[in-house]
């Protein structure tokens, strides 16, 4: 017996039309895969959708492939991520479940302040399941997770959570494997990572939901396991990556030096980022002609092309300026809550030292927000 395990397909979280389409691609091309070698089933370990509440166009293009799941006879289960979690209990993946496409696993029972789940059984297979929630809130409540027991059973459970031992030392909310349940195999999204250890799996995103994940991962990723253990990971890479990274210190000249870099390269029907870096000692950003460049990137029928100017920078100039207080930030905060008198303002000071918080080198913008996340929320006692 084998399943396929796949998960933060994030469908319809791009917005450039040409990336959307390869999004929507490899979510085809894992079903697609699936079907082939004949999965007995399949597990979706949350974010199917980038959304609670997907665009129609998206919705009907994905019940279009569910349809061919269900043709072929394969049962998909399934929880609900992060992205497509509701606080009200009620997304899209419920129309899914009641037009028999799939089924959700999270089935829970409390008991003595422990939540027990229930499995979900297919032949020989006992499935369990927990959903995501925003801003890591399904965290401590995995701790107290418990399963009812399927002696005899391949038991399985899914989370849609941040392991501990999958990020090291970010100070960011995370669970302890050793206190999850015992199971054969913990099936995992969330992080969008390369990760296998012992049973516990992070599938990594069918395609890559961003800039920076594009230029890392290079595309996506699922698995195939054969039970009783034998794991597999799969690659998806519909088109090819090329990044371009250029130092550029004189706006006025830059837009030649791009257009002569991109020159020496062969750009046809490549996902094309340009990332521009330096401090810029004559002009200004807006004085690049990205309309140019992007009009000798179509030229050359590059597939799309995508930059990013976070790291251009202004040279920064001097101004002196002479100040009636030492601390010019307390004299702006005090005045504020003077003008504005509120109780959260007390709040305030923590909360601009909090925000001053640097993205540490090579953190994932996901993983920085979360800890971003976790220090307010300690701030504000929620």
């Known amino acids: ?7 933060d397909c994030h469908l319809g979280g791009w917005r450039q039309p040409e990336l959307s389409k390869l999004n929507f691609e490899s979510f085809q091309q894992a079903i697609k895969t699936a079907i082939t070698e004949k999965a007995n089933f399949i597990l979706i370990a949350g974010d199917l959708f980038d959304s609670a509440y997907p ?9 279009n492939e569910f349809r061919k799941i269900k043709e072929a006879k394969i049962p998909v289960f399934l929880i609900a991520g992060s992205h497509d979690y509701s606080v009200s209990g009620k997304t899209f993946l419920d129309v899914l479940e009641k037009a028999g496409f799939v089924k959700n696993v999270f089935i829970p029972e409390e008991r003595n302040g422990a939540i027990i789940l229930q499995p979900t059984i297919f032949e020989k297979v006992a499935i369990y399941g927990y959903p995501g929630k925003k801003s890591g809130l399904e965290v401590p409540e995995i701790s107290k997770l418990k399963i009812e027991d399927a002696p005899g059973f391949f038991k399985i459970l899914m989370l849609h959570t ?3 031992d999958a990020i090291g030392s970010l100070p960011i ?4 494997h050793k206190d999850l349940p015992k199971v054969d195999y913990l099936a995992l999204a969330h992080l969008h990572i390369n990760y296998n250890k012992e049973g516990r799996v992070y599938c990594g995103p069918t395609f890559p939901n961003n800039l920076e994940e594009l230029e890392e991962l290079q595309g996506g990723s699922f698995y195939i396991v054969n039970i009783p253990g034998e794991i597999q990971k799969r690659e998806i890479k519909i088109k090819e990556i090329l990044t371009i990274n250029l130092e550029i210190n004189n706006s006025l000249e830059a837009t030649d030096k791009i257009i002569s870099e991109l020159k020496n390269k062969i750009l046809k029907n490549k996902i094309i980022i340009l990332k521009l870096k330096g401090i810029l000692d004559i002009g200004k950003p807006s004085d690049i002609d990205f309309h140019k460049i992007e009009n000798y990137i179509k030229n050359q029928e590059a597939y799309v092309f995508l930059k990013s100017t976070t790291k251009l920078k202004i040279k920064e100039t001097e101004i002196k300026l002479e100040l009636k207080s030492n ?16 109780e959260l303002n007390k709040f305030i000071p923590e909360l ?9 080198e090579d953190e994932r913008s996901k993983i920085f927000e979360e800890r971003l996340f976790e220090d307010i929320k300690k701030i504000l006692e929620i």
């Open 1 to 7: 017996m084998k399943f396929v395990h796949m998960g």
């Open 55 to 63: 665009s129609l166009e998206i919705l009907k293009e994905t019940f």
């Open 162 to 164: 941040t392991l501990k």
């Open 173 to 176: 909310p995370g669970v302890d």
């Open 327 to 342: 601390n010019l930030e307390e004299e702006i905060i005090k005045k504020f809550q003077e003008e504005n008198p509120n």
């Open 352 to 360: 601009m030292n909090s925000l001053e918080l640097e993205k540490k």
